[in-house]
């Protein structure tokens, strides 16, 4: 009997240390929520402006991927019933229209290459500074956001690291 | 005999009578190939001058191309075929096409990238190989061409849509793009030699 308890004791350990963690993890997020007490700005619709290149030399398709995935990633985060494109004639007509703005501060392009072979160098990374106001012009938002490739993957895909960013900002703000 | 020499007199007179209108129908027949020979040589040139000299060709197909992002309804990543046509841009992916015409694109750039050899399962496939092999073969690219397109919708939306293609498939895109009313920023590679 002894026996059997002293086996049992190596099995049920890792297994109560686990239940723990998930109780943790779980109870985290609801403390949290509790502890918040900013309420959040609602808006039914958001315009997404194309990014300022602000003199810094950025490669076109960078330009372009950063646009495209802000705007695929703010849609997936459910906030808003209208994403609006910049210069899109019906934005003017919606009455609770939030504007979000990007200007450049700094660019790296990288190399993949280099990234994969050494892990060390290579990096790519965007800094843009996230800019959101509302219809009266006053600033929701206003901070700069990083998007970065330090290890695996193509250079492009700093812009979806740095519009998941984005996205998450907006979802936490609005 | 009188009768008999007549009679070959005769014949031979059939004959020559029969070869002399052969060598006419031979003569025609070649006077006539030469002729619709020449016709249809010319006729080609002429079409060829008009065609250079009025406006470039029409039509212009690229296919395996990689839509990287901006699709709209196509999925990123996918391989769709791009046609210039008329005065738009196809963007053919299965069933689905997506227009844009040319007048609404606001730029056009082309750019060089390297893109790995290995990419997607077997890249995840080669990071299992000891001794730091997976990184060896991160070695090996090739160079491809990106195409980026930035364009209104018919509401004046921004769109953008980036493209990889393999080496020296962009400019043509681009070239006819531009002849067909699309604005670039930065000029036309083979126009840089003209100016100069």
Do not use: W
């Amino acid at each position: 009997m002894k026996h059997h308890f002293r086996a049992a004791v190596p099995v049920c350990f890792p297994l109560v240390f686990v239940g723990l963690l998930v109780a943790v993890s779980f109870a985290g997020p609801a403390l949290a929520a509790d502890t918040s007490t900013t309420p959040k700005a609602s808006f039914s619709s958001i315009q997404i402006q194309p990014m300022d290149a602000n003199d810094i030399v950025i490669p076109p398709e960078f330009r372009v991927a950063v646009y495209e995935n802000v705007i695929s990633q703010i849609r997936k985060t459910g906030k808003f019933q209208h994403v609006y494109r910049g210069g899109d004639k019906d934005a003017a007509a919606a009455p609770d229209l939030v504007t979000l703005h990007m200007t450049a501060q700094s660019f790296k392009k990288g190399s993949q290459k280099k990234r994969e072979v050494t892990t060390v160098s290579g990096s790519s990374s965007i800094v843009l500074k996230v800019h959101i106001t509302d219809h009266a012009g006053q600033t929701l938002v206003d901070r700069d956001v990083e998007g970065k490739v330090r290890f695996f993957g193509e250079n492009l895909r700093v812009t979806y690291d740095f519009s998941k960013k984005v996205a998450a900002i907006v979802r936490d703000t609005m | 005999m009188t009768s008999i020499q007549q009679t070959i007199e005769n014949s031979s007179a059939a004959v020559s009578s029969f070869r002399v209108p052969r060598r006419g129908v031979g003569a025609r027949f070649l006077f006539l190939i030469a002729m619709g020979a020449a016709l249809t040589f010319s006729s080609v040139v002429v079409q060829g001058q008009t065609t250079d000299a009025t406006q470039p060709p029409q039509r212009l197909v690229q296919t395996d191309v990689k839509l990287v992002i901006g699709g709209d309804t196509i999925k990123n990543n996918s391989r769709v075929t791009l046609t210039v046509m008329g005065s738009s841009l196809y963007i053919a992916f299965g069933k689905t096409a997506k227009q844009v015409d040319c007048s609404s694109i606001l730029d056009i750039s082309t750019n060089e990238d390297s893109r790995q050899d290995i990419t997607g399962a077997a890249k995840l496939a080669t990071m299992a190989i000891p001794y730091g092999g997976g990184r060896v073969l991160s070695l090996f690219s090739h160079s491809v061409d990106v195409l980026t397109l930035e364009y209104t919708d018919a509401n004046g939306g921004y769109h953008g849509a980036v493209f990889v293609l393999d080496k020296g498939q962009a400019a043509p895109i681009k070239k006819q793009l531009v002849a067909m009313g699309a604005k670039a920023s930065a000029p036309l590679e083979e126009a840089a030699p003209a100016n100069k």
